[in-house]
C-alpha cells in the first residue's frame, strides 16, 4: 500500500483536487444539485468554510479552511463522496466503470477516484493563486472564455463581494 504524507494543520487553509475516475464522464455537471447537497449537508455536520470552489464535468477544485483546532479535511470528502454517491445511485446512475478487487470488496461504487490531492495554503500570495486557479479552471479547459461565464463557480460570489480580479489564469 502506498503511504500518503498528507499536512494536518489545525484550522488550515487547502486547495483540494477531487476527480471522478471516469475522466471523461460529465456526471458531476449533470448532477451538480446532488454535489451540492452533499457538500452542504457535510458542512452542517463538520463545518468548514469555502473560500473558493468550481466544478467541472469530471472534476472540481475547492479552497477550504478548516476550523480552529480542526485538520480533518479526509472525513469531510469521505462523506461529500459517499453522499454524492448514493443519491446518484437512487436516481438510477449506476457505473460501468471496470472495478479493482480492492474496490469490489469495499463496496465502492467507482464514481470517484479513490484519493483527492490536496496542498496545504501557506500564505496570502499562495492563496490568492489558488482561489484564481479555481476561477480560471473552466477557461483553462476552454468551456468558457471568461471565469464570470462559467455557472458552477464561486467566481460569482467573489464578483459580489469585489474580490474577483480579472489578471489571467
Known amino acids: 500500500m502506498s503511504a500518503y504524507r498528507r499536512i494536518h494543520v489545525p484550522g488550515g487553509t487547502y ?18 444539485s446532488a454535489l451540492r447537497r452533499a457538500v452542504r449537508f457535510t458542512m452542517a455536520e463538520r463545518p468548514f468554510q469555502i473560500d473558493a470552489f468550481v466544478v467541472l464535468p ?9 476550523p480552529c483546532g480542526d485538520a480533518d479535511f479526509s ?15 437512487r436516481v ?7 472495478q479493482s478487487p480492492s474496490k469490489r470488496r469495499k463496496g465502492e461504487a467507482g464514481i470517484w477516484q479513490r484519493r483527492f490531492w490536496e496542498h496545504f495554503i501557506r500564505d496570502e500570495a499562495d492563496f490568492a493563486a489558488h ?4 476561477h480560471w479552471n473552466p477557461v483553462k479547459h476552454g468551456f468558457v472564455e471568461r471565469p464570470d461565464a462559467w455557472p458552477h463557480s464561486s467566481v460569482h460570489r467573489a464578483i459580489r463581494r469585489g474580490e474577483f480580479v480579472a489578471l489571467g489564469g
Do not use: M, Q
Open 75 to 89: 472525513v469531510r470528502w469521505g462523506a461529500i463522496k459517499s453522499r454524492f454517491t448514493r443519491e446518484v445511485r
Open 15 to 32: 486547495f483540494f483536487t477531487v476527480c471522478l475516475a471516469d475522466r471523461a464522464s460529465d456526471l458531476l455537471l449533470r448532477e451538480v
Open 58 to 66: 469530471d472534476h472540481l477544485h475547492t479552497v477550504w479552511t478548516l
Open 131 to 134: 482561489v484564481g486557479y479555481c
Open 92 to 98: 438510477g446512475f449506476n457505473p460501468t466503470l471496470p
